[in-house]
């Protein structure tokens, strides 16, 4: 008889018509194990050595009292199972230790106008005002904008569920043919913005907005999940926290669906 139990392995074993539990656990190794390349230090797991618990040195005398005995042995090995999982450390335990990954290559990306959409997310006052490194995105996304519509790249816009065009910043407006969405984390879901972008032939959109985890985020997976190449300027998004704008260019970067289909620039790197 095998048992599993999340941290903790165990199994019975009969010797002699005895029982006995054996039990190992995986333990983190603090010494780092470094490789020859770039790689960071990482630890590793490796297996404990096995404890044996005994549940009978008396010889079994029946099937019945063999199969009490097996009973017997399956809590025990249960229990222990639970203990270990207990102990286990979760991230939170570890959050100290966690080291930064190496930050991504960012890439010149030249731009095809005709199949190339820029998006412009939530810039409205109630977004970027209470956001200082928003503010400061302003320069460059306007200057981002002005080459879009120099170079005759479609450009589109979104608002949170409670702005409205009129809310967008007034460096940033739309113009009358421009089209606005409105939407909560994704601009994706609930509107027409996928009908619009193929209608009109777009295959890549660049992706600019407040704030970084929320919108920015939200409509880059969107956009991946439904077929388009994302663009995402890394001075063109910002949120209130430094740490929320490295979580999502490591999330870009490395999670299912949006790695290999998101490339990370910057403002000036984007051209023809």
Not at 86 to 111: F, G, Y
Request: no cysteine.
């Amino acid at each position: 008889m095998s048992l599993s139990i999340l941290a903790m392995q165990s199994h019975l074993e009969t010797n002699d018509n005895s029982f006995y539990i054996l039990a190992s656990w995986p333990r983190v190794v603090e010494n780092e194990v470094r490789s020859n390349g770039p790689e960071p230090p990482r630890r590793e797991l490796e297996i404990a050595p096995r404890l044996r618990f005994p549940v009978s040195a008396i010889s079994v005398s029946s099937n019945e009292e063999a199969s009490m005995k097996r009973t017997l042995a399956g809590i025990l090995a249960s229990i222990l199972g639970l203990v270990a999982f207990a102990e286990a450390p979760t991230i939170v335990d570890e959050w100290s230790q966690v080291r930064t990954p190496p930050a991504p290559e960012l890439q010149q990306v030249k731009v095809e106008p005709a199949t190339t959409a820029l998006l412009l997310l939530d810039f409205e006052e109630r977004t970027v005002g209470p956001r200082p490194r928003a503010v400061a995105t302003l320069p460059r996304v306007a200057k981002l904008l002005e080459f879009a519509r120099a170079s005759g790249i479609l450009v589109a816009y979104s608002t949170t569920l409670a702005g409205s065009p009129e809310t967008i910043l007034p460096d940033l407006k739309p113009l009358p043919s421009e089209h606005v969405v409105k939407a909560s984390v994704d601009k994706f879901f609930g509107t027409d913005l996928e009908a619009y972008l193929k209608g009109k032939g777009i295959q890549r959109v660049i992706i600019a907005g407040i704030v970084a985890e929320g919108a920015v985020l939200g409509t880059s997976i969107g956009a991946t999940l439904r077929g388009f190449k994302v663009v995402v300027p890394v001075d063109g998004t910002a949120s209130s926290e430094r740490y929320a704008e490295q979580y999502v260019a490591w999330h870009l970067m490395n999670a299912p669906a949006v790695r290999g289909n998101v490339v990370l620039t910057r403002t000036d790197m984007i051209g023809l």
